[in-house]
Structures are given as structure tokens and as C-alpha cells.
């Protein structure tokens, strides 16, 4: 199976800070990757697909970058509805599906 | 809208079975394919497996073959997930999700539901 690996696993940070979070996947993926926002209790909600795509009536603050075994998801003016725990989830192995461990973004 | 509804919570003892359904509305059905997901508590995601909608093809994680099937009911437009041989690691939220109907399902889910939390205790 592909790895995927997320950093950090803990973020603090204040409302209006840019914040980035990398996922690494352990073979390429191409830009097969997948991020998911998730708050306590709910479901995952996705927020971005192949690598950049913004999924619609997500904001415009969040995006994401990146191909091959590196990505990222920035974002750019964090706003008190996005502290959450963050997914990234690669879709390039035809057997299986992998999610990284998970960032918990969470107030300074 | 398009939305993915859940049975209910479950109470299992070890070596029993849980099916969980997942009943699809505000979208063509068979135009696409369920996975399942789970989350112990306090832990990350784990996809469990994908049947497409369109011709009941699936494909199951490594660690679960055997122990998992995955079936819909076309007629009703619902997806169900039975595990078998429960331990106390299946202790948890059990999503299902929408994907991609062809291939191995390897895809992003765009839809999911609520989650339906399975716990397993003697």
C-alpha cells in the first residue's frame, strides 16, 4: 500500500494566519490527492481534489499544490470555522485507498 | 440535495455481525459507487472498501477480505456494509461515502453520510 504521511500533526495558529500543511505519499501518486476538513463528531467534508481542484462552495482560502509524492494545503487567512483536523488522501493506487494520519489545526 | 442517510448506532458482542445501511437520495443511484470508511475513536481514517452502484463490483481492503461484504439494493437506492467476526478493534464510526463508479473505486468521495457508530463489547 501507498503511505501517506502528513506534518505536522499538531498545528497552533491564530485567526488570520496563512497556515500550510504537506502530505508525502511514499511512491508517486501523480497529483491523485485528496484533502478533507473534519471537525469533532462529523463527517469528513471535502475540500480539494487532484491535487488543486477546489471542490464547489469551498472557500476560495484553501488550496491546495503539489505532484509526484509532495503536496500541500494552504490556508491563506485562517478564519475561526477552520480549526478542524485535516486529511489528505491518495486515489493513484487501483487497489486501495490510503489517508494520511491527520493535522489537528487548533488555536494558539 | 444529494445526501447519504445511515442506520443507527449498534451494540455488538465479539464474534457477532453488524450490516450497516446507507441510503442514497437526490442523485442517480447507479451512477456511482459507495465506499466505506471507518474511524476508532481518537484515530484517522480507514477505508474499508468500494462497491460500484452500476454492476456490484467491489473491491475490499487487504486487512479485512474475508470478513467484509459490500451489496446494494438498486431498488432502493441504499448501500449496505456487513463485517463479520467482530472484535473490539471494529469499536468504531463507520462512514459511507461517494465515489467513482468504474474501476477499483480508487477515488475521491464527495458525499458522505453521518456515520453510524458500531461499538463491539461483551
Known amino acids: 500500500d501507498i503511505q501517506m504521511t502528513q506534518s505536522p500533526s499538531t498545528l497552533s495558529a491564530s485567526v488570520g494566519d496563512r497556515v500550510t500543511i504537506t502530505c508525502r505519499a511514499s511512491q508517486s501518486i501523480s497529483s491523485w490527492l485528496a484533502w478533507y476538513q473534519q471537525k469533532p463528531g462529523k463527517a469528513p467534508k471535502l475540500l480539494i481534489y487532484k491535487a488543486s481542484s477546489l471542490e464547489s462552495g469551498v472557500p476560495s482560502r484553501f488550496s491546495g499544490s503539489g505532484s509526484g509524492t509532495e503536496f500541500t494545503l494552504t490556508i491563506s487567512s485562517l478564519q475561526p470555522d477552520d480549526f478542524a483536523t485535516y486529511y489528505c488522501?491518495?486515489?493513484?493506487?487501483?487497489?486501495?485507498?490510503?489517508f494520511g494520519q491527520g493535522t489537528r489545526l487548533e488555536i494558539k | 440535495q444529494v445526501q447519504l442517510v445511515q442506520s443507527g448506532a449498534e451494540v455488538k458482542k465479539p464474534g457477532a455481525s453488524v450490516k450497516v445501511s446507507c441510503k442514497a437520495s437526490g442523485y442517480t443511484f447507479t451512477s456511482y459507487g459507495i465506499s466505506w470508511v471507518r474511524q476508532a475513536p481518537g484515530q484517522g481514517l480507514e477505508w474499508m472498501g468500494w462497491i460500484s452502484a452500476y454492476n456490484g463490483n467491489t473491491n475490499y481492503a487487504q486487512k479485512l477480505q474475508g470478513r467484509v461484504t459490500m451489496t446494494t439494493d438498486t431498488s432502493t437506492s441504499t448501500a449496505y456494509m456487513e463485517l463479520r467476526s467482530l472484535r473490539s478493534d471494529d469499536t468504531a464510526v463507520y462512514y459511507c461515502?461517494?465515489?467513482?463508479?468504474?474501476?477499483?473505486?480508487?477515488?475521491?468521495?464527495?458525499?458522505w453520510g453521518k456515520g453510524t457508530t458500531v461499538t463491539v463489547s461483551s
Open positions: 461515502a461517494r465515489g467513482s463508479v468504474y474501476g477499483s473505486g480508487s477515488d475521491y468521495m464527495d458525499v
Open positions: 488522501q491518495q486515489y493513484n493506487s487501483y487497489s486501495s485507498i490510503t
